[in-house]
Structures are given as C-alpha cells and as structure tokens.
C-alpha cells in the first residue's frame, strides 16, 4: 500500500516538477527580480489574508449551518442540508459575474471575500454536519452529568470532537480560495492567482509565473504541514461496542424563525441571485437561442470527463488515506499531504504542466481524454482523500487485525472488511470531485480533446464575445447536474447513523 | 452482484463514448484559435465546403495558447495559429515557432498591419473609440484626442477597463508614441478624474447603454455586439473617433500564423488564403463587425472608413510585451 500511495503522490507532484524547471529555467537572476518586488510582498499579503478570512468566515457558517440542521428543530431542516450544500454546484466564475454586473461597485476584497465564503463554506459544512450526526451523545451527556452546562459542554466536548471534520474542510476552503481564479478576477482582487494569470498574458513569459507559482507553493506546503500539526494523535473511532442513537433535538423555540435567516440568506447569495441574473441574461437577449443538440452535447461532454475524473481519483485516493489514517508515521504524512498540492495550485499551471510533461513522453495521449482526467486527478485529489480519510479514521483498526489474524490474506480483507467501512467516505470523495471536475474551465480548454466540448467551456466561449444569453443555459444545466451528486452527498449526511 | 450490473452498466456506455472520444481519424488542419467560436465557426465550415479541407479547431484565449505552443514547440499538434490580438503572435514568433506566410497572402495587407519578417499576418482590424452616451453628450461635446479626458469636466464620467488586453495594447501604444513621461501624466489625470473600472469592454459599453457611465474607452466592435445581443433599437450609445495620430484611435489586428511545424504548410497557406478572400472578409465586417484589412471591401454602416482612421504609427510587433505597461499602471494605481 506505501507503494501504491507513494506512486499517487508522485503524480500530485508533477505540477511542482515543471515549476521548479520553468523557474529555474533562466538563472537565478530572474527569479530574484519576481521574488523581491514589493508587488510579491503585497501579494502575498493580499492572498493569505483573503484565504484566512473566507476560511474563517466559512468556518463559522459551516459549523453554525451543521448545527442547526442536524442539532435544532430548523423547521425543514431536511430539506436546508440540501440546500446547504447546494452552492457547491455554482461555478465561481458565474456567480462573480452575476455580482459584478448587479453591483458593479462591488469589488476588490469584499467582493471576493463575499463571493468565495458564500459558494466554499459548503466544503466545510459537509464534513461536519456528518460528523455531528454521527457523533455519540453520551460523551456530551457525560459532560453534562458531571457538572457542565449545555454550552460548555459544547465547546468542551462537541467541537472538540467536531475538529478533524472542520478541520480538513477549512483547509479544503484555504486551498480552493489560493487557487481560484473566476471570483478574484471578476471582481479585480489581486491574488497570487490573478497575477499568474496575468503574467500569462501581458508578458507571454512563463518564466515570473512560475516564480509565483513556487512561492505560492511554499505557502502552501506551510499551511499543511501547520494543518497536520493540528491533527494531534487524538482517536476518533470507538474503542467499545455500545449501541448508536440520535441525541434530542434542541428546541429553539420562537428563535428558530430567526435562525432560519442563516440559511435563507446564505442560499440567497450563493443560489438565487447568480440564477435570477442569468435567467434574466437570457430574457433581455435577442439572439439568444436554445440550441438543445449542441447544449446536450457539452452536457455528455461534462458527464463523461467528469465520471472518468471521480472514478480515477476516488480508486487512486484510498491507499493514500487509508495509509494516513493507519500508519501515522511522519513518511505517511507527507505522501498524504503532497496530494494536497495540486488543489492550491492555478488550473493553469497545472494543466501547463501536463503539456509540458505528455508532449515529451507521452506524446501519443497528448490532448486525449485520458490526460485531461489525469489533470482532474492532480486538481482535486485531496476532495476525496479528504473523506475516505473522514472514513477511515472512524473504523476501527482492530477489525482489520481481527480478520488477518483469522488467516485472511490482506486483499481479502481490504475488500471483505476495510472496503465496506470506508465505502460512504469512497461514495462522498466521488460525489465531490465528480462535481467539482463540472466546473473545471482551464485544464478542459488546453487539455481536452480538440473540438471536445464541456458546460463549462459553453460558458466560457458564449461569455467571452459579450453573448451572455447564449450562457444561461449552459450555466444553468451546469449548476443542475452538478445539484444531483451534491444531494447525494447531503443524502449522507442523515443516513450516515447506521 | 445487483449492484456491480448496475455498476458496468453505468460504465460500460460511458467507456465506449470515451473511447469515441480518444479515437483520431483525419482531422485535417488543427487550428488553435483565440478567437470565439461564433466569429470563427462559420468561417471554417465555408473554406471546407470551398476546398475539401476539414479544419478542426481548439478554442481558448490566445494567451494561454500562446503559452500553451511555446510549452509544446516543435511537438505542437497546430498547424495554424489564429490570434486575437498582435501581441500573442509576435510572442510565438519570437519563439521561432512560426514558419513563413505565403508571399502573396502577405501582399495583399498593409505593411502596418503584419510581422515585418512576414511570420504573421493581419486578417481583421479593431479600432480604438471612446464610446458614448448619446442622451447626455452630442459628438461636438467629445474631445478630438484622449489627453483631453483628463480635464475635471469628466470627473466620475469615464469607464475604463485598465485589466484588459485592448486597453494595456493602448497604453503600451501610447508610451511608444508620446514617451513614458507623458503617458504616465495622462495615467495620472485619468486616475485623477475617478474613473469607473470594468472588467471588459463589453461591460463598458453595457455601462454607457444603461447611462452608467458617459464615456468610455473600448474597441469600436462592442457596440455592435451589444446592438445584436440587445436589439438595435434599444442602442443608445455611440462610437465615437478622436482625432488622426491620437493614440485613442490604435488600429490592432487579430490575425494568423502558420507553425513551422506543420506537415500540411500547403493546406494551412490555402487557409490563410482564405481567411483574405472576399467573402471570408466581407463576413468579419457584417457579422462580427470588424475592419477588413483587405482593400475594397467596406465595414458595416455607420463606420469611419479604416484608411481614415489613422492611429499612432508603431509597430504592431512592438504591442508584445506588455509587462512595463502593467509596471505603469501599477505605479499610477489604477491596477
């Protein structure tokens, strides 16, 4: 298994590969000129700050939206864990573009901070609202009997056991935040990603983008070493049998209207807004036309790329997981953490990377469907090593023990014994990536096959000559594919009590 | 086993389209195009039902090609290179990755609007105008050179779109022309004034329609596009020409380059051909309303003549690298 892990890392590491190259490309020169701009100081102000605040921000509305759909009597409250997730399907491309053309005024960090908390704090909503429905009362209730009062006990006891969850979703926020390109641009915020992009295209030198790209890198690699710092070596499965049972709902009473603001407000940004804007894009234009062959086209386009994506990535996830949840060694750890890379890094330069790379020595594969999956599963691999990690740390490693020391051979326990323990987290890790590939715009232009097209692409070409209501339908059956797996996922959250 | 027919029965199908997918037949000419897909698409289908020759074509903004064939060199899968701006071109060139255009292609275009070592060539031209809100301004109130804009009388009524393309290109015209120092004065006195700042053109001249903004500095084929989108009725927004050698009225092209590379030169020397024929040009100018650069044909009503809109005389190639322009407008604050 370490060498099945070791080997998924090493594909994560590809993009780092070709940045140290380009970077180094042109002497050190160069790359003290990008490095010891003031603009890199700002920059790097400016990024860290955005990604801290919005994870922050999403934090806090994950937790507090988890709690109040599992936890209180939200009326409805089924149906808003539904909803909650559901800003997960939304494109961050098409919902900075709503707000800017709503509120043209609304731009540079507020914008930004707004537009990315609104469609990411879902990535921590999801871990932790399965986790709280999984929880144990009794350790709470143990709390409370020995003299702690109901908010105490919270803090001392739920959270606590609600960290892993929030945990590897915050960092899933910060990730996502460092690379995301759509919000920051459309809404003129200067990130470390804007400016990548930027470079691109002002100066066609690939050589200060790199630069950029490995300093984002170091920033990256910080964040997680500090993120598995934070892990500690605390367990979270189970060391008793016991019977599992839901805790009582709190009552809240005549508050519960009040509360029911949380996740009505939060849908009103993140869904209806982007949605009305571009159903209205399509109403005020003339030439618009439904050009349903094309559309369903783009729409096979997406599924089979983005089934492809979820499928490879879910498989080539585990060993990576179960490796880290198992072996708690530190060379475990840093396979476990490499795989986290990818996800931080701009679309760009990872699919850049992948030219770079297949053009030399995979020639024959170069701008075929397997290469553009391949750069799915660099992009998005830690989505499911996230959950199937969720999973594993769950099951207890004894049964494992149990059922080789009964004389099974290691594969027949994966699949009689580990495979069923940890097949929610495999189902969730698929689900998320699966609709996070639909999204995916830069690695399917330069990636994909020639004449290939996706949703998202649809939404970039109509957009991209001032045809906005050309855009509403592609985006539109975007956002409702990509609603299937993200209810999926929710589904998980009250079934996951056994 | 319910679950694993379910399985191979979702991914069965699924595989085979795949598959489908990887499979290469004779894709004739790839052509790696910046420009969208509307403008371009019609344009191909043509030259293939003219000579036979199937062109398959990969969409994406020309940066992010451009880049994308300098990361594939002499391993590229184009053929030909088709380009929105001058700047895009210039830098595959200084890769060495383009071959030469067809003599009598290149004859057939004004030396301003194509490579001087005859790698590239111009196939269709945008102006720069300054667009306006015909409700509040009447053509006599607009200035007749864009260093005008920085008088306070347009405080808080400009539209600028200072992180795209076109108007870096401008800047970047504007510093060749009439020198840093005073490129960064005018910079300054724009700044000055409060402009309002949009991501693109387009949005700009949705800004100017809508009574957002009175002016705005754009490439003159956006209130055409607007026009169409919207319906030309509901158009109130002018373009409006400063005057001859005014930085404000830059002339870029958006035009084509055949790779070195490439193991159909004949066929993709036929195309460019094309792209110069009477119809392919006659098509820039009614649909996509564009300058034709070819002598003799006419753009669309309502448009100055392209031989009397005459910009700053530089050198296209000169438009590449933009990253001292965007030092500049990082220094003035307006990036």
């Given at each position: 298994m370490v060498a099945l892990a070791g080997a998924v890392a090493l594909v994560a590491l590809v993009p780092v590969a070709y940045l140290v190259i380009r970077a180094g490309d042109g002497g050190w020169g160069p790359v003290a000129d990008t490095l010891f701009l003031d603009r890199t100081g700002r920059l790097l102000v400016r990024s860290l700050g955005l990604a801290a605040a919005v994870t922050a921000a999403s934090a806090v509305i994950g937790i507090a939206l988890a709690w109040l759909t599992v936890r209180c009597d939200l009326p409805g409250r089924r149906a808003w864990q539904v909803v909650a997730a559901l800003p997960l399907a939304m494109p961050s491309y098409v919902a900075a573009f709503a707000y800017v053309s709503t509120f043209p005024d609304l731009t540079g960090f507020p914008g930004a901070f707004l537009v990315l908390t609104v469609l990411s704090y879902p990535y921590v909503f999801l871990p932790v609202a399965a986790a709280l429905e999984r929880l144990d009362p009794s350790l709470e209730e143990a709390a409370r009997s020995l003299g702690d009062g109901p908010g105490r006990a919270f803090v001392r006891v739920t959270l606590r056991q609600l960290r892993p969850s929030a945990a590897t979703g915050s960092l899933l926020v910060c990730l996502y935040v460092l690379s995301d390109f759509g919000a920051v641009s459309l809404l003129r915020f200067d990130t470390f990603t804007r400016v990548i992009y930027q470079s691109y295209r002002s100066s066609f030198d690939r050589r200060p983008s790199a630069v950029l790209g490995c300093l984002l890198l170091v920033f990256t690699l910080a964040i997680l070493v500090a993120e598995a710092r934070s892990r500690?070596?605390?367990?979270?499965?189970?060391?008793g049998g016991g019977a599992r049972r839901k805790p009582p709902l709190v009552r809240l009473g005549r508050s519960r209207w009040v509360a029911l603001a949380v996740p009505v407000g939060v849908a009103g940004l993140a869904l209806v807004l982007p949605l009305v804007t571009s159903v209205r894009w399509f109403l005020e234009s003339v030439q618009a036309s439904i050009d349903a062959g094309r559309v369903w086209r783009a729409a096979r386009g997406s599924l089979v790329a983005s089934a492809f994506g979820a499928g490879l990535t879910a498989v080539a996830a585990v060993p990576v997981a179960l490796l880290a949840a198992r072996w708690r060694t530190r060379a475990a750890a840093v396979i476990e953490r490499s795989a986290y890379i990818g996800h931080a890094l701009p679309g760009i330069v990872v699919a850049l990377s992948l030219v770079f790379f297949t053009v030399r020595f995979l020639n024959p594969l170069y701008q075929r469907l397997p290469v553009l999956v391949f750069a799915y599963l660099v992009l998005f691999l830690p989505l499911a090593v996230s959950s199937i990690y969720g999973s594993a740390l769950q099951a207890p490693p004894a049964l494992d023990e149990v059922a080789r020391s009964l004389g099974r051979r290691p594969w027949s326990v994966f699949r009689s014994v580990t495979a069923p323990l940890i097949a929610p987290g495999v189902a969730a890790g698929t689900a998320l990536v699966f609709l996070t590939c639909l999204k995916e715009l830069p690695a399917t232009l330069l990636l994909g096959p020639t004449g290939y097209e996706t949703l998202s692409t649809r939404v970039w070409s109509a957009t991209s000559t001032g045809a906005y209501g050309d855009a509403a339908l592609p985006a539109l059956l975007l956002v409702v594919v990509a609603a299937v797996p993200t209810w999926l996922l929710s589904r998980r959250i009250s079934s996951s009590l056994p | 086993m319910r679950s694993r027919r379910l399985l191979a029965a979702l991914f069965v199908p699924l595989l085979a389209t795949g598959l489908a997918a990887c499979s290469s037949g004779d894709e004739g000419l790839t052509l790696y195009s910046g420009r969208a897909e509307v403008q371009v698409k019609p344009i191909l289908e043509e030259f293939t039902k003219a000579t036979g020759i199937k062109v398959t074509a990969r969409y994406g903004a020309s940066a992010e090609l451009a880049a994308q064939i300098a990361e594939e060199g002499s391993r590229t899968r184009a053929d030909v290179f088709w380009a929105q701006d001058a700047g895009a071109l210039g830098s595959v060139d200084r890769h060495g990755l383009f071959g030469a255009v067809p003599a009598e292609a290149l004859a057939t275009v004004d030396p301003r609007f194509r490579a001087d070592d005859g790698n590239w060539i111009g196939i269709s031209g945008r102006a720069r105008v300054i667009v306006y809100d015909s409700r509040k301004l009447q053509p006599a109130d607009l200035p007749t050179s864009v260093f005008q804009l920085t008088d306070p009388k347009w405080k808080g009524r400009i539209g600028i779109a200072p992180t795209n393309g076109s108007f870096q290109a401008f800047v970047t015209a504007m510093t060749i022309e009439v020198g840093e120092a005073r490129t960064r004065d005018w910079l300054n006195g724009i700044r000055a004034n409060e402009p309002k700042t949009f991501n693109d053109n387009a949005l700009i001249v949705k800004a100017a329609n809508d009574g957002q903004v009175d002016v705005g500095l754009v490439n003159h084929y956006y209130l055409f596009q607007l026009g169409a989108e919207i319906g030309p009725d509901k158009l109130v927004a002018r373009n409006h020409f400063t005057a001859?050698?005014?930085?404000?009225s830059l002339v870029n092209v958006a035009g084509v380059g055949i790779l070195k590379t490439t193991k159909k030169a004949a066929d993709a020397g036929r195309f460019v051909q094309y792209l110069l024929s009477n119809e392919a040009q006659q098509h820039f100018a009614e649909r996509n309303f564009e300058y034709p650069l070819v002598p003799g044909i006419s753009p669309v009503n309502g448009l100055v003549p392209l031989n009397q809109v005459q910009g700053p005389a530089i050198d296209l190639s000169d438009l590449g690298d933009l990253e001292h322009t965007l030092d500049l407008l990082r220094q003035v604050g307006l990036l």
């Open positions: 500690g070596r605390a367990r979270y499965y189970s060391a | 001859a050698g005014d930085p404000g």
